[in-house]
Nanobody
């Protein structure tokens, strides 16, 4: 069983930056694809970014490409989401997820474990 705890959220002005962290406890972190999803008020949860177990492959939702960077440190059992040039439309609760099922990295059923989320608010 893997437990995930997100941190690093907060309030930032448009154009600013935040770095989210997701610390994993339990066994098997190194074998998991890790993903970040977000849910804005009144909207469904959506894919943001994913990284394979090796860190070699990364994937991004189109609206965050060039602004967000996902990375992982397997020695620390931690995955990161560096968010730059933030926009008000990035405001959401951000969730970390871990998956070992394979399949499409951008859909929720591919992930086995979820964190509780961290709030990111971008003011205009």
């Amino acid at each position: 069983q893997v437990q995930l705890v997100e941190s690093g959220g907060g309030l930032v002005q448009a154009g600013g930056s935040l770095r989210l962290s997701c610390a994993a406890s339990g066994r098997g972190f190194r074998s998991y694809t890790m993903g970040w999803f977000r849910q804005a008020p009144g909207k469904e949860r959506e894919f943001v970014a994913a990284i394979t177990w090796s860190g070699y492959n990364t994937y991004y939702e189109d609206s965050v490409k060039g602004r967000f960077t996902i990375s992982r440190d397997n020695a620390k059992n931690t995955v990161y989401l560096q968010m730059n040039s933030l926009k008000p439309e990035d405001t959401a609760v951000y969730y970390c997820a871990a998956g070992a099922k394979g399949g499409s990295y951008y859909i929720e059923p591919s992930y086995d474990h979820w964190g509780q989320g961290t709030q990111v608010t971008v003011s205009s």
